[in-house]
Nanobody, 118 residues
Framework: QVQPVESGGRLVQAGSSLKLSCAAS????????VAWFRQAPGKEREFVAD????????RYADSVEARFSIWRDNAKNTVYLQMNVLKPEDTAVYYC???????????WGQGTQVTVTS
């Protein structure tokens, strides 16, 4: 098993940038596909982006594709989410999840809060 741990969330102003990190304890992250999801107050959890174990494949939600970037450093067992030009509607708890393949995520972190003020 693997246990994702998110970090980097905080309160920022609209237009700012923020980088989230997802590190793993237990088995190495390098063998897992990893995704970022988010959940805003009163809304369902939604997919943000994911990346294959090698980093060769990435996918993004339409709402973030032009502003967010996901990548990984397998030597550090860490996956990153760079978020640029943040908007108030990006406010949410951001979760990192890992799984055996893209689209199937079995291991979830506790989340990190991102708040974007206007």
């Amino acid at each position: 098993q693997v246990q994702p741990v998110e970090s980097g969330g905080r309160l920022v102003q609209a237009g700012s940038s923020l980088k989230l990190s997802c590190a793993a304890s237990g088995r190495t992250f390098s063998s897992y596909a990893v995704a970022w999801f988010r959940q805003a107050p009163g809304k369902e959890r939604e997919f943000v982006a994911d990346i294959s174990w090698s980093g060769g494949s990435t996918r993004y939600a339409d709402s973030v594709e032009a502003r967010f970037s996901i990548w990984r450093d397998n030597a550090k067992n860490t996956v990153y989410l760079q978020m640029n030009v943040l908007k108030p509607e990006d406010t949410a708890v951001y979760y990192c999840a890992a799984g055996d393949k893209l689209g199937v995520y079995n291991y979830w972190g506790q989340g990190t809060q991102v708040t974007v003020t206007s």
